[in-house]
């Protein structure tokens, strides 16, 4: 019975095998050739057609592979909505291959359905634990809804000008005048006869937009001359002074189609016809998204040449001198995954895309910055620090193709929003940072200084000045993350000095911060100077307030200086007296434990004998006393007695006063 049922396994078997293999007839074998030469649309065409054509019960695993592969032409045409619908059939079709669930993790990742991503990346690693693809997805995915809460200073736009009813991509400008923009298109305007085998479109050409008389970006234009031709053009880049385009072409001669980088020289607005740039004799790799460095001495790129980390890499080679020059950028900027499109905006500033650091789905936007080598670093690689830009720069979908014109603005591609998968060209700014400083320069008793006079310094090398309005008013503007110290003076007037830290956060702040100048020949109350009741001791507390008064001392290292205390009218004059003796002494010599030489310093107690004349601070604090009352005791006599109480108070006092402004060392 056994060998029964053996036998009929294997018949059933083999009839299975043989369908198989009779039913992936020339059609099947026609996309799946279409699929390895990179003709993505050509292959899904046929994938769709047959998957329609096979009956759902009879033909279901056969149904299930081709709606993988429909799948994995969707999700390499950018269609992240088609793609995941087509690996969810090809799962309920129980279609069995490894990556099935890796590759619907990154569909549904390329939909921003990141909750449901990070499961179906987990199922993948249930069956491929350590799997670099599906960890790198994982921390995109948690990644990417933090970015979008934090979201950024930056402003994107589509650029409705620049884009057509196709793949707009790649845009950049000429030169550093930046009245010229390049860029690619598939547009139905495009010379070339030929249906790109990849997209469905025309195959690209290169276009332009130039600047009026008036500032104003003319409607796009093919370039003339030998430039574009039935062949796919793709990105361009150009040398500083403009005269030299490099720009990448894909070439089918048979197959496979190879991506190769291509050079055309200016004259008279129109471009040669271009010639191929040889950068190593291999024929078989891809070499694509040039870009020249500001100084025109490098020029970067990316391949999938061996010697690299994985995927496509990004390179450079020396446009000065090829022999030799050939390098990879190394593993802090190549992944396992793809890094393209790089941008070399400064000596140390590199932007590029990449869907092999975590990112939001597809490839995003990142900024490598240069970090200073140590003496002793012996190290051949650069070190850079990497940051994912950030939304609304990236999206769930490619993003890529970054170009800097004035300031933090400029262009980039994106295929945001496109459920067909087509690039579109977008502009960005970053607006300026609107960080300042404000305040008032009053005196004591909250007055206008005139003529003040604000300084600020910071310790990234900036000096401002400015005088106040005639209200005390000032503003500066300020950066962000440097440390400043500020002075304000004034004719008559001891000057005040602040310290202070901007943040270092990506958003608008304002900092206000007042001078009171103390003036120089007026008696000036010292604030929250404490003494215990009836004695002399100073009180830790009133250290804070003398500290101040040390380093205005220190500021000011020729006045010498008065320092007075006042009682009130308790007790009889002659002990008032006494007790305010003692506390004047106590300040000075607080003072001069802190370096203040004896000879600046002039003790003097006053008791009770000069009562408090009410200020318009004074007032301030205690609207119950009008300005210009004398607190006698007299008059408090006449207050009740929570008044009188109040009166005492103000009348407890140490004040100082400059006596003379020669005093030499």
């Known amino acids: 019975m056994k060998r029964i049922i053996y036998i009929i396994v294997g018949l059933v078997l083999t009839s299975a095998v043989l369908s198989l293999s009779s039913c992936k007839g020339p059609k099947l074998k026609e996309a799946d050739e279409a699929y390895d030469r990179g003709e993505y649309f050509d292959a899904a065409t046929i994938y769709h057609k047959l998957y329609n054509k096979y009956n759902r019960k009879e033909d279901a695993w056969l149904r299930g592979e081709l709606a993988f592969q429909l799948g994995m032409c969707y999700l390499k045409l950018n269609q992240g909505t088609r793609s995941s619908a087509a690996f969810q059939n090809a799962i309920r079709y129980e279609y069995e291959d490894t990556t099935l669930m890796l590759r619907l993790a990154q569909a549904q990742q390329r939909e921003g359905q990141y909750a449901a991503a990070i499961k179906s990346y987990n199922d993948y690693l249930a069956i491929a634990p350590g799997s670099w693809e599906a960890l790198n997805g994982i921390r995109g995915c948690e990644l990417a809804p933090q970015w979008k809460e934090e979201g950024s200073r930056y402003i994107v736009k589509q650029d409705k000008l620049l884009n057509s009813r196709r793949a707009d991509y790649c845009p950049m400008y000429l030169d550093k005048n930046m009245e010229y923009i390049y860029y690619t298109s598939s547009s139905e305007k495009s010379t070339g006869e030929l249906r790109s085998e990849i997209t469905g479109t025309k195959k690209g050409d290169i276009y332009f937009s130039k600047k009026d008389e008036k500032g104003v970006w003319t409607r796009p234009e093919v370039v003339e001359g030998g430039l574009n031709t039935e062949h796919d053009e793709g990105a361009a880049a150009f040398s500083p002074d403009g005269s030299t385009m490099y720009l990448a072409r894909a070439v089918r001669q048979d197959w496979p189609t190879t991506v190769e980088i291509y050079t055309s020289t200016r004259s008279e607005a129109k471009w040669s016809a271009p010639q191929k740039f040889e950068i190593t004799a291999d024929t078989l790799s891809n070499y694509s998204d040039p870009a020249v460095s500001p100084d025109g001495n490098w020029l970067y790129f990316a391949s999938d040449m061996p010697g690299g980390q994985g995927g496509t890499d990004i390179w450079r080679i020396n446009l000065k001198d090829k022999h030799g020059t050939l390098e990879n950028l190394g593993p802090q900027i190549n992944t396992k995954g793809n890094e393209r499109f790089p941008n070399m905006r400064t000596d140390s500033l590199l932007y590029f895309s990449s869907d092999g650091h975590p990112g939001m789905g597809g490839l995003d936007l990142f900024v490598a910055t240069l970090q200073p080598r140590a003496e002793d670093d012996k190290d051949p690689m650069d070190h850079w620090a990497i940051e994912n830009m950030g939304v609304p720069m990236n999206s769930s979908g490619d993003d890529f193709g970054i170009t800097f014109g004035e300031g933090e603005s400029g262009l980039f591609s994106s295929n945001r929003g496109d459920a067909r998968g087509y690039d579109h060209i977008f502009r960005f700014v970053k607006p300026d940072l609107q960080i300042w400083i404000s305040g008032y320069v009053v005196d004591k008793d909250d007055e206008p200084v005139p003529n003040a006079v604000i300084r600020i310094v910071g310790d990234d090398g900036s000096n401002q000045k400015t005088a106040a309005k005639p209200d005390g008013s000032f503003r500066f503007d300020l950066r962000r993350g440097v440390k400043y110290a500020m002075m304000a003076g004034a004719d008559g007037y001891l000057n005040a000095r602040q310290e202070f830290a901007s943040d270092s956060a990506e958003e608008d702040a304002e900092y206000y911060v007042d001078f009171v100048l103390a003036a120089m020949f007026k008696a000036q109350i010292i604030e929250n100077i404490f003494y215990d009741?009836?004695?002399?001791?100073?009180?830790?507390?009133?250290?804070?307030?003398?500290?101040?008064?040390?380093?205005?001392?220190?500021?000011?290292?020729?006045?010498?200086?008065?320092?007075?205390?006042?009682?009130?009218?308790v007790g009889s004059e002659k002990y008032n007296q006494g007790l305010s003796q003692r506390r004047a002494q106590s300040v000075v010599d607080y003072l001069i434990e802190n370096g203040i030489p004896k000879e600046r310093l002039k003790p003097a107690g006053y008791g009770e004998s000069r009562p408090k004349t009410v200020t318009k601070r004074i007032h301030s604090q205690y609207p119950q006393f009008e300005e210009g009352v004398t607190l006698n005791e007299e008059y408090i006599k006449t207050l009740s007695k929570e008044d009188q109480q109040a009166a005492d108070q103000i009348n407890r006092r140490t004040e100082f006063q400059v006596i003379d402004t020669e005093y030499q060392y």
């Open 533 to 569: 009741f009836d004695k002399a001791v100073l009180r830790d507390e009133s250290k804070l307030a003398l500290d101040s008064m040390v380093m205005l001392l220190k500021d000011h290292p020729n006045i010498v200086i008065e320092m007075a205390s006042h009682t009130d009218r």
